[in-house]
């Protein structure tokens, strides 16, 4: 638009774009220090970016020119814009909040903390059942909870079918609110019964055909299935992975009610989704927005497209959180939270920031850690407003465009299950978890390679930190965790276990800097060095620039099993041999080099190898932590 309010033409638009890729041609060609001819693709293409997960395009600037048509209104088909007519803009979203997972706790007790929680913000419950809270014990867990206005989403296991028929039972008995609210999408009750995503990643669950004629008579307000794509994130699944999955798993549930003689409107409605949310907040809220779309789709085929608004409830995503520097875990959340009330999820929960640990490790108080939770959410509805928008990215040309993307993607993958048969024949031929397990293993490849990084533990780790008193990464026993959960940071996680281990048994492992010339010349290496090895708990010894008549004091006083050559290329040139050869000659049996091995000068000897941006550090903490290990129990 121009200055006095008149659209630009699309031949105007084209001649901005081709003003901006000239430039950017000039910028991109100095920094080659080629002609802008000799560019060997477009900037655009030059600029571009793909998801390492899916494979999904981000170019460096979106137009006018890549404006798509109005998507809907919410509530309307395709519902791309949110599933809910008359969501309540000063509601905004149902902040969910999970109850029933600590030992010990009774039904009074958990009705207590349920009750403390709805008037300090909390305004949906997600229940679990089992050790602390049995299905008997429903009715007095929700004693005095308005439960026309605070939705209810059980996640009993095996138990889902009592547990369900109890909580079907406090509906009934329920005494009438003094005004009854409006049924709104958000206050749809889940029994929660995820069978067929359950049958994925190990978690106890219920025989389909039950939930299936306990969702033939399910009530008014309340959804049978809970169709879970946190089982498949915390296995390792991409985005477009988990849209697909679900999408299938849900088709599944739909075929299954209309072959018991269910109507598909109605077997539509008995759906509802889990969502997981990562602390990328473009990829979270196009997810939300590519999932309703798609689910709107698979309603127009069934014939019913008014049917076709998917329920979601975002959950932050298990597999981002550590178990190291655990309070980094807030800022995940938090940014976790944004996209998924952004993309318009329906009811959001906020993980605690030590969900990551198994409960007997957890060194905060829960009423502390479920209050942060809360009211991460609470801060971004009641202060930054972000719920009084509806689809507050929509129109944006760039949001768009991956909500369209990751929805292709998503539905490529859907039809490759369809293609194996459908969803229950694709996971009994084992398709789904290779799938996923390829996924995974892109996913570590990045994480080692630190392309992935994780802020507090392959990045500026605190080594300092309080150490467990044993080995916790490879542990799925937390709550909401499955079998199959895969940490993006358990790799570097049980390094740092290890390396505790040893030192709690006598002393950290070290390794032993040799800084070459001033400061300035060194401290740009030796501190990527020591954030490096810290990632592997292990500790870096930075003695200064050193000399090599300093050698032998050095070697005596610490005795290093191996040592880094920090310094300059022009320095490694003057100084790095002599230092090399005097590392040696003390008995230091590996010597390393800081930086690209092709900065070494030609020389009669050379490092033993380096340290830089791009190598496998996993693979190389994990060898050197071998050889520290290995050479101070042999002088013991």
């Not at 390492?52 to 519902?79: A, H, I, N, Q, W």
């Not at 039950?210 to 809970?226: I, K």
């Not at 009994?428 to 996913?443: C, F, P, S, Y």
């Not at 810290?534 to 005596?556: C, H, K, Q, R, S």
Request: include cysteine.
């Amino acid at each position: 638009m121009t200055a006095d309010g008149t659209q630009r033409t699309r031949e105007q638009l084209d001649e901005d774009y081709q003003r901006w890729s000239t430039a950017a041609a000039g910028v991109l060609a100095k920094g080659r220090r080629v002609e802008p001819g000799d560019l060997p693709d477009t900037p655009e293409a030059l600029l571009s970016t793909t998801t390492r997960d899916d494979d999904v395009v981000v170019r460096p600037l979106y137009t006018r020119k890549d404006e798509s048509g109005e998507r809907g209104l919410p509530g309307s088909f395709p519902f791309v814009r949110g599933a809910d007519p008359q969501r309540d803009v000063h509601q905004g979203w149902r902040v969910t909040e999970r109850f029933g997972d600590l030992p010990g706790q009774s039904a009074e007790g958990i009705n207590e903390t349920i009750l403390d929680a709805a008037g300090s913000g909390a305004s949906g419950i997600w229940l679990a059942v089992g050790p602390a809270l049995q299905a008997g014990d429903l009715a007095t867990a929700l004693n005095g909870i308005y439960l026309d206005l605070l939705p209810v989403t059980l996640d009993a296991g095996a138990d889902g079918i009592a547990a369900a028929e109890a909580f079907v039972k406090v509906l009934a008995d329920r005494p009438a609110p003094p005004e009854e609210a409006p049924a709104l999408l958000s206050t749809a009750h889940s029994l929660g019964l995820s069978p067929y995503t359950a049958a994925f990643s190990g978690r106890p669950s219920v025989a389909a055909e039950q939930a299936v004629a306990l969702a033939a008579a399910a009530p008014e307000r309340v959804r049978t299935f809970r169709v879970d794509g946190t089982d498949f994130a915390q296995a390792g699944a991409t985005e477009a992975q988990e849209l697909g999955l679900l999408v299938a798993a849900a088709l599944a549930h739909v075929r299954d009610l209309v072959a018991a003689g269910v109507a598909p409107a109605q077997a539509l409605g008995q759906i509802s989704f889990a969502v997981s949310v990562g602390d990328d907040q473009f990829a979270s809220i196009a997810k939300l927005r590519a999932l309703r779309l798609m689910w709107a789709r698979v309603a127009q085929v069934l014939g019913v497209p008014e049917a076709g608004a998917a329920l979601t409830h975002a959950v932050t995503d298990l597999s981002m959180l550590t178990q190291r520097d655990p309070w980094v875990n807030m800022l995940r959340t938090t940014v976790a939270a944004f996209g998924a009330g952004v993309g318009g999820a329906d009811q959001v929960t906020v993980l605690s920031y030590d969900a990551a640990l198994p409960l007997e490790a957890r060194t905060s108080s829960p009423s502390f850690t479920a209050r942060i939770a809360r009211n991460t959410q609470l801060l971004l509805l009641e202060e930054s407003n972000i719920g009084r928008v509806l689809d507050p990215a929509g129109g944006s040309w760039f949001v768009e465009e991956l909500t369209s993307d990751l929805a292709a993607a998503g539905w490529k993958v859907f039809t490759d299950v369809e293609a194996h048969g459908g969803y229950l024949d694709a996971l009994d031929q084992g398709a789904v978890t290779r799938w996923i397990d390829e996924a995974l293993a892109v996913r570590d490849e990045a994480v080692a390679h630190r392309s992935a990084p994780v802020t507090g533990v392959s990045e500026f780790p605190n080594l300092g930190e309080l150490a467990f008193t044993e080995a916790l990464a490879d542990t799925s026993d937390v709550p909401t965790g499955t079998a199959r959960l895969a940490r993006i940071a358990r790799r570097f996680e049980e390094l740092r276990d290890r390396a505790d281990a040893v030192a709690a048994a006598g002393e950290r492992p070290k390794i032993l800097l040799l800084p070459l010339g001033s400061v300035a010349e060194h401290n740009g290496r030796t501190t990527f060095v020591s954030n490096l090895l810290a990632a592997g708990g292990i500790e870096a010894i930075n003695p200064g620039p050193v000399t090599v008549d300093g050698m032998v004091a050095l070697f005596a006083e610490h005795t290093p099993a191996v040592a880094v050559l920090c310094g300059t290329k022009a320095r490694y040139g003057t100084d790095g041999p002599e230092l090399l050869a005097a590392a040696r000659a003390v008995g230091i049996g590996r010597v390393l080099l800081a930086g690209p091995e092709r900065e070494w000068p030609e020389s009669d000897d050379s490092p033993d190898g380096s340290l830089q941006a791009g190598i496998d550090a996993v693979a190389t903490l994990t060898e050197l932590l071998d050889t520290v290990t290995a050479h101070a129990g042999s002088e013991k």
